[in-house]
């Protein structure tokens, strides 16, 4: 029987835990929890969506949700602390690239962040943060095969950072979709099982997509001129868009952008990047909903840290 749920029914608790995720012989299937239907109804963004309102003059998000992005605010702060007494690259990548874009802040619904990185500081920045001294409470960890910068006061403060690979020549943009299909397979066949692994085996498995990344999906030979080639979203975490590659100058020249009143690091060109992600990303989402936190119940001890937090890194 054990044998037989490993292998092909496996039931529990979907990343944001408003769902049940169900897997069946590899059909995921995610139902709502009862519970969360009448929240997710009084969801205002809903209201503003069914009206038209224009997306761009949407108010922020209040109460829990709007302390939860602020702490995640905070933590990206001390973060970039951390990242440049280190020398690290990084830049504000989707949900949260496109929020500095449209509202100049998180996207009023949300509360996590997406970063991106360079495969050499991708590397290492476990090593890094296991050495960090400027703040301690802050470190890195896997999360089955990307990494998660964590704030040991509460466990629902964390920043995701997805790795970027050099794929080593231009190809078109037919032959990128082509090979996004190939390389897609193959992410799909590494990762179906993860949710079953131990610790030990999520160390084989992300030695098993080392192995596939340099030997069957990058060009080794990288040419001597960066601008020859194009970057490719790493295939340790399967992305589910059409098209994983990205051209040279829409990354490069780095600048900053706005995000909350801060400056952060910015691609080149990320109307371009949206656009290829998104499509029309001034236009409200087909399926909206809160963040992946917003509808946990947070302990007194929980409020009382991200407080602090806000209170030590925000508001000084």
């Not at 001390?78 to 020398?87: G, M, P, R, S, T």
């Not at 929020?99 to 998180?106: L, M």
């Not at 970057?231 to 340790?236: A, C, E, F, N, V």
């Amino acid at each position: 029987m054990k044998n037989f749920l490993k292998n092909f029914l496996w039931i529990g608790n979907d990343y944001t835990e408003e769902r049940i995720r169900i897997v069946l012989f590899g059909l995921k299937i995610k139902l709502v929890k009862h519970q969360y239907q009448k929240a997710r109804k009084q969801n205002p963004y809903f209201e503003y969506k069914k009206n038209n309102m224009d997306i761009t003059t949407l108010p922020p998000a209040k109460g829990q949700l709007r302390k939860l992005q602020l702490g995640n605010l905070a933590l990206m702060k001390e973060f970039d602390i951390i990242c440049k007494q280190n020398n690290i690259k990084y830049w504000l990548d989707g949900g949260t690239l496109l929020g500095a874009v449209r509202h100049k802040g998180f996207i009023p619904w949300d509360d996590d962040i997406d970063l991106g990185m360079f495969r050499e500081d991708y590397e290492k920045l476990i090593e890094v943060f296991a050495n960090n001294t400027y703040n301690p409470d802050v470190y890195a960890a896997y999360n089955e095969t990307f990494i998660k910068i964590r704030y040991r006061g509460c466990e629902y403060l964390f920043l995701d950072i997805f790795p970027v690979d050099t794929y080593g020549e231009i190809i078109s943009t037919e032959e990128q979709l082509q090979r996004t299909k190939e390389i897609k397979h193959l992410a799909k066949q590494l990762h179906k099982d993860n949710h079953f692994l131990s610790e030990n085996e999520l160390i084989n498995k992300r030695a098993e997509i080392e192995k596939i990344r340099k030997e069957e999906i990058l060009v080794n030979k990288l040419p001597e001129d960066k601008t020859q080639t194009q970057y490719i979203w790493g295939i340790d975490f399967s992305h589910g868009w059409k098209n994983w590659f990205t051209n040279y100058d829409v990354y490069f020249p780095f600048k900053t952008i706005n995000f909350e009143g801060y400056e952060f690091p910015s691609m080149n060109k990320p109307e371009n990047y949206l656009t290829r992600l998104y499509g029309n990303y001034m236009g409200y989402p087909d399926k909206l909903r809160l963040g992946h936190n917003a509808y946990k119940t947070f302990s007194k001890k929980d409020h009382e840290n991200i407080d602090i937090l806000i209170k030590k890194v925000l508001k000084g």
